[in-house]
């Protein structure tokens, strides 16, 4: 009887409980009231008579179970909220599993091969997709390699549940055709993809496949605005999951506290420091709306400085950044750009030396992205930029410096300089500011 009537209700809450925090609070609550009935249930019909009821679910109700159970078990039930976020359906064409980083589908046949830790596993690789954000946050790399691009992301993930696996004593295991490289531990999906990459696309030591399918494709179909509100939502979901989790006690891993880190885009760092330089009295524009306040639903102008200096960008061309990366760099510093009005814009390309040097007048940056012509292709030496700007008599208000930052050579600097590390080494440079273009 409790489960009949507990059931639907917290299947109803779910699909309204979108905003609304307590709701989803009390979604939990059932659902793990549903568990300690189950549980009840299996202790009083034995072993044996609930393992045939088991095997009598069909896949579906096999997910649900699964679901309720890492919901509610103290190693897991960090990964409630996000488990919650999105639909799960069971689809007879998916050979395994496939998630878009919203929604998870899941192979009718490929579950009713597993057993009751494995479907776990499964279900939280799917989910940890989803808290990782991969599909959102790493479609450069799907478009430079589908396949190694799914590794790279698989290896990430596969070592947490390896890690949960031991804490818990076996409650969540991960299939066995998993890939698992124990070198790759502590690293983002870039870096896996990277060395991937350099070892000609193929597996690492581990053995294994990919475990499941990543629907890379949908993400094309969002707007930014689309994709901005469904990372809220899962950010928020991770909140709620971590609050659960420190109210009952439960495991809080620290991959999933970095993951709650406060962020600040670094689209915004970079408008913030270009600004910092802008002279002369800032003017509002309703031609420009603030993208700063869409987020909250409010339209708001722009300011339009009256007047900046000249700036030089230095793009570090070695190799390590791609043609997807740059351009959406350029376009971004275009747009900061319409606001700011620098006077010049020094365009650097530089290896172990200035291999390229455009200059785009305030009339011009509007042909900024179509026009450059990236050059160079050698190794990394950044000192080559201030030694070359000083040779030249070039003085600008600032430098703004795209690169990998794995240099040796970061040079003395005469001017403020800023550096925009882009998919590679998490630290920070010696010199001036830093910021990681994600």
Not at 301 to 321: A, H, K, L, Q, Y
């Amino acid at each position: 009887m409790l489960l009949s009537r507990l059931k639907p209700r917290a299947q109803i809450m779910q699909k309204n409980w979108r905003g609304n925090e307590s709701l989803k609070m009390e979604v939990m609550a059932i659902l793990m009231t549903l568990l300690g009935t189950q549980n009840q249930l299996k202790k009083r019909k034995g072993n044996e008579m609930f393992i045939t009821q088991l095997n009598q679910m069909t896949a579906l109700q096999k997910i649900e179970r699964a679901h309720v159970e890492l919901m509610a078990h103290k190693d897991t039930m960090e990964y409630a909220g996000v488990i919650m976020v999105g639909k799960y359906t069971v689809d007879e064409n998916i050979p395994t599993a496939c998630t878009n980083g919203i929604d998870c589908r899941y192979g009718k046949a490929f579950i009713n091969t597993l057993s009751e830790s494995d479907l776990r596993g499964l279900i939280l690789h799917e989910n940890l997709h989803k808290a990782f954000q991969h599909t959102f946050l790493w479609r450069h790399l799907y478009e430079q390699n589908p396949k190694v691009a799914n590794m790279a992301c698989d290896y990430v993930i596969n070592l947490i549940i390896k890690d949960i696996d031991k804490a818990s004593g076996g409650f969540v295991t991960l299939p066995k055709q998993g890939l698992v490289d124990e070198r790759f531990r502590g690293m983002n999906s870039q870096e896996v993809f990277n060395l991937l990459m350099d070892e000609g696309g193929g597996g690492g030591g581990g053995g294994g496949q990919p475990l499941d399918e990543h629907d890379w494709e949908s993400g094309e179909q969002l707007t930014e605005q689309e994709v901005e509100q469904v990372m809220k939502e899962i950010d928020q979901a991770l909140r709620q999951g971590q609050m659960l989790a420190g109210k009952m006690g439960g495991r809080q891993t620290r991959e999933l506290g970095e993951l709650l880190e406060p962020k600040v885009r670094w689209q915004d760092k970079l408008r913030d420091y270009l600004s910092s330089f802008a002279e002369g009295k800032d003017v509002s524009t309703w031609q420009r709306v603030n993208r700063r306040w869409l987020q909250h639903d409010m339209y708001m102008p722009s300011t339009i400085s009256e007047s900046m200096g000249r700036i030089v960008i230095g793009v570090d061309t070695s190799g390590s950044i791609g043609g997807q990366e740059l351009n959406a760099f350029l376009s971004e510093v275009k747009s900061i750009c319409e606001n700011v009005r620098p006077e010049l814009i020094d365009l650097l390309y530089w290896d172990t030396e200035v291999a390229a040097h455009e200059v785009y007048s305030r009339e011009d940056m509007d042909k900024l992205v179509a026009k450059t012509k990236p050059a160079g292709g050698g190794g990394t030496i950044a000192a080559c930029v201030p030694q070359y700007i000083k040779e030249r008599g070039i003085k600008p208000e600032c430098v703004v410096m795209l690169t990998d930052g794995y240099i040796g050579d970061w040079g003395k600097w005469e001017q403020p300089v800023l550096w925009c590390i882009v998919n590679g080494s998490r630290g920070n440079a010696p010199v001036g500011q830093t910021i990681h273009v994600d």
